[in-house]
């Protein structure tokens, strides 16, 4: 009897030690590798690396205003699954970075401070690029790779035509013109559902539109509708690097 009890209480014990390893694994993999590097003015900029195998693709995430590098953690999982390096950032002026929320030093910093602290680390190359945003992160993104000739396209959840300043309308009509986007938007969302159709209508690149039921906004769509906007993006984006391998 004694023996039986004794053999319990190590299956117990190892069981817990198992899903307490199971869970740190997976808590390590969903933070990612933290990365804290100096903007020009001196304060810390922060963002999550998540690594991937040599030579592939980087996808650079820009969450919403007011909102942090937390806000991607559903779609950090299937994209890290499919096989990209993830950049997530928190924006200047924003979760655990410094400074104010200066919307042109925050373009400055994707497309060209983080970027290029993708390519001093050798994290960037081959493989390419794309950046991926929501609301006015949304907006920065298609400016941001437009500005970036290694950048090969942007996903926009929910983009404006004005955000604080932030216009896109130019970005889709030059910067873009030879490369891709993809704009996502609720149809009762009326600022960005009207946004997409006057920037898909003014686009010179190759530009694709959806349109999902309800209001949600940026990465808030995840919550209604994760499903299907996570195969959309996942879809959108191996096509994007097939076909520039092609």
Known sequence: MMERYMRKIRCLIALCCLTFATA???QAQAGGETITRAADEGFALVADFHPAAEGAPVIMLLHMLNSN????????????AAGYALLNIDMRGHGDSGGAQDWDAIIHDAAF???????????????GLAI????????VALISCAQVEICRGAIA???????RGVKPGAA?????AERKALLVAAQNDKSSSSAIRQMFFNAKGQVTARMYR?????????DSAYDSVSA???????????????
Request: net charge negative; hydrophobic share 45%.
């Open 24 to 26: 740190g694994a997976s």
């Open 69 to 80: 590098r937390a806000a991607w953690d559903p779609l950090i999982p299937d994209l890290s």
């Open 113 to 127: 401070g983080w970027r290029g602290w993708l390519a001093e680390n050798e994290h960037i190359g081959a493989g």
């Open 232 to 246: 959309l993006i996942l879809g959108w984006l191996a096509e994007l690097f097939t076909t520039d391998e092609g």
């Open 214 to 222: 309800g209001r949600a906004h940026g990465t808030r769509l995840f």
């Open 132 to 139: 991926i945003g929501g609301s006015i992160g949304a907006n």
């Open 172 to 176: 889709l009509v030059d910067g873009l």
């Open 157 to 163: 959840l929910s983009p404006g035509l004005d955000y």
